[in-house]
């Protein structure tokens, strides 16, 4: 069944401002919700809000959480989050997969008879289509849906619609499931136990959580789980070979990340130990086995130095001798340890570490490692791809197109654009597709078109100033002839034998 955003049967209704009505049942996010556009309430601040609580495992229990990630996911999520914020390593390393895709795209005909098609109707659809886009903000709110799905795994979302603006709201993971695939698109599964701690967030949610919430109230058994209504609502997931539980995608480098953590601190503790000092006071004995000093008065000797020196040097007092004391150790065959751990996380994460920390590597070789990675980021956007099209295909303007996501990022920019190009040259009809790959969407395109053209008249104001690669060569112009001076032995002969047949 077709499903609109703002078209309700004749019921209950509320006055706009202009004075108009709208009707409020049946909608799939009422607007009276979405107050103001493009403002999405997540906290209220003067309110009762729980603060964020982090999770510092031991490597020990990272291990015995891989043992069963099924019932110990939940852990396996915190411990990334909390990994995500504290290693800059794993930081650093999840933003290089994002970043692997600049989310372009196309919005392209889908099942359109050419021969009986209207090109207006047509036309009309098609903007509709692309406003529709436009008012999701594809790049930025999806880039962060990216980030999640490779750090945690799995990304439970739902939708704030209206009409100008589309608001992606992240649901709470941990009472999140997933157990419905529709239109190769997973559908969130909701536990509505959520609400009976966190009461106050409800009014925080579409009212679709609402309306599900009593429902819940009264039956806490079998409407526990509900499923949410699609479109709206989806789950994007970067193992979607593996939908019964989420698994962090590198969870297997934690304790690579820990490591490295302990390596540090091994080396701090070693340059500290090297800095320190010991000073020997050495009380001597005579042939008769007495002190040569009062002992009392050598003990107050020693206390006066032993307060006067700084920590990192100690002091003894002794009547033996004592050979030399010190911490340093030989550089003689010692490796740093902390690159060669970092070199072991990324190696774990199946990236190349040159990649962070370019010493070496030549640019080819970085350049196919790229492509390696590039196609675990590209899996996770084709189920973001498969998100927005069964999205927009709910529409009656929007069931004939798709949006199909190019294999384009910042490192491979250049040579996807050449490939574009170059069928554009050959006559396909590639021109968006060339648009998109350099950052300029089809909304864009459309509009920067009509500015230049149109408005401003880029083109015919804008000419290039006259020389011999803007004239045509009917007028005799052409190459200017170089010197004499530049010229090889055989152009210069060349040249001779031109003016001889000239005179002639």
């Known amino acids: 069944m077709e499903k609109k955003i703002v078209e309700v049967p004749e019921s209950t209704s509320r006055s706009a401002a202009d004075g108009s009505s709208f009707k409020l049942d049946g909608t799939i ?111 930025n709110q999806f880039s962060k849906v990216l980030t999640v799905c490779l750090r945690e795994d799995t990304f439970y979302g739902t939708m704030w619609v209206t ?83 989420s698994i962090p995608p590198f969870v297997g480098i934690f304790r690579e990340v820990y490591d490295l953590e302990d390596y540090k601190q091994l080396k701090m503790t070693k340059t500290e130990l090297e800095n320190y000092a010991m000073l020997v006071m050495k009380l001597g004995i005579n042939s008769d086995g007495e002190w040569e000093m009062d002992l009392d008065k050598a003990k107050e000797f020693w206390r006066n130095l032993d307060n006067v020196l700084p920590e990192e040097v100690g002091s003894v007092l002794t009547p033996m001798p004592i050979d030399k004391i010190s911490f ?48 675990i980021t590209f899996g996770i956007v084709r189920s973001i791809e498969g998100v927005i099209n069964r999205f927009i295909q709910s529409y009656s303007y929007g069931k004939n197109f798709k949006v199909t996501f190019l294999d384009v990022s910042p490192f491979n920019r250049k040579e996807m654009g050449d490939q574009y190009l170059k069928a554009c040259q050959y006559g396909l009809p590639m021109v968006s597709y060339y648009c998109a790959s350099q950052g300029l969407l089809q909304a864009e395109m459309d509009c920067m078109n009509f500015l230049e053209d149109d408005v401003l008249n880029i083109k015919s104001r804008f000419a290039p100033l006259m020389s011999s690669a803007t004239t045509s060569g009917a007028d005799g112009a052409g190459r200017p002839e170089k010197d004499a001076g530049d010229l090889s032995d055989s152009g210069e002969q060349s040249r001779e034998s031109d003016d001889g047949d000239n005179d002639e």
């Open 328 to 375: 340093d150790k030989s550089n003689v065959g010692d490796t740093d340890t902390i690159s060669s751990a970092e070199q072991n996380l990324f190696t774990a994460a199946g990236v190349s570490s040159l990649l962070f920390n370019n010493q070496k590597a030549s640019s080819n070789a970085l350049l196919l490692s790229v492509k390696a990675d590039q196609a």
């Open 29 to 139: 996010r009422m607007p009276h919700r979405f107050a103001a556009l493009n403002r999405l309430i997540t906290r209220d601040l003067n309110g009762t809000n729980s603060s964020q609580t982090f999770y510092l495992y031991s490597k020990d229990k990272i291990t015995e959480f891989l043992k069963n990630p099924y019932t110990n996911q939940k852990n396996l999520r915190n411990a990334a989050i909390y990994i995500y914020g504290a290693s800059s390593h794993f930081r650093r390393l999840i933003q290089y997969f994002a970043g692997l895709s600049d989310l372009s795209y196309v919005v392209s005909p889908y099942k359109i008879d050419t021969s009986t098609a209207k090109p207006s109707t047509v036309g009309k659809q098609y903007r509709k289509t692309i406003n529709l886009l436009s008012a999701m903000d594809i790049k």
């Open 163 to 245: 009409n100008d603006n589309i608001t992606i709201q992240q649901l709470p993971s941990d009472y999140c499931d997933i157990a419905v695939v529709e239109g190769n698109v997973l559908n969130v599964s909701f536990d509505f136990s959520y609400f009976d701690s966190n009461s106050t967030y409800l009014d925080l949610y579409p009212e679709e959580f609402r309306r599900k919430y009593k429902l819940y109230q009264g039956d806490r058994t079998k409407m526990k789980w509900q499923e949410l209504d699609s479109p709206t609502s989806f789950a994007v997931k970067c193992n979607n070979d593996i939908l019964n539980y």
